[in-house]
């Protein structure tokens, strides 16, 4: 059973700072992509930030130079260093990963986590 443990989601006054942590278990293999997306109330789903297994990163422009994205690939963890957040950051915040099973291309959603940013 394949699973996506979120955390580090909170109320953060703006400027400030929070850090999200995924952790993947029950997949056997390594994992492709890992990364982050975000949906605030009454908008779509937005991909926020992508890191493949190599380390080679991806970044929405609303966000790039304020978060940063790593993985430790040893521990199929990935985490989003989110700085200078902004009130439009707020939104529930989806960890997403890719990965083959066999010659399957399977991709999993975790179950988000709340950000939310006061202004």
Not at 7 to 25: D, K
């Amino acid at each position: 059973q394949v699973q996506l443990v979120e955390s580090g989601g909170g109320l953060v006054q703006a400027g400030g700072s929070l850090r999200l942590s995924c952790a993947a278990s029950g997949i056997i293999g390594s994992i492709n992509v890992m990364g982050w997306s975000s949906q605030a109330p009454g908008k779509q789903r937005e991909l926020v930030a992508v890191i493949t297994s190599g380390g080679s990163t991806n970044y929405a422009d609303s966000v790039k130079g304020r978060f940063t994205i790593s993985r430790d690939n040893a521990k199929n963890t990935v985490y989003l260093q989110m700085n200078s957040l902004k009130p439009e950051d707020t939104g529930v915040y989806y960890c997403y990963v890719q990965y083959y099973s066999g010659s399957y291309n399977v991709e999993r959603w975790g179950q988000g986590t709340q950000v939310t940013v006061s202004s």
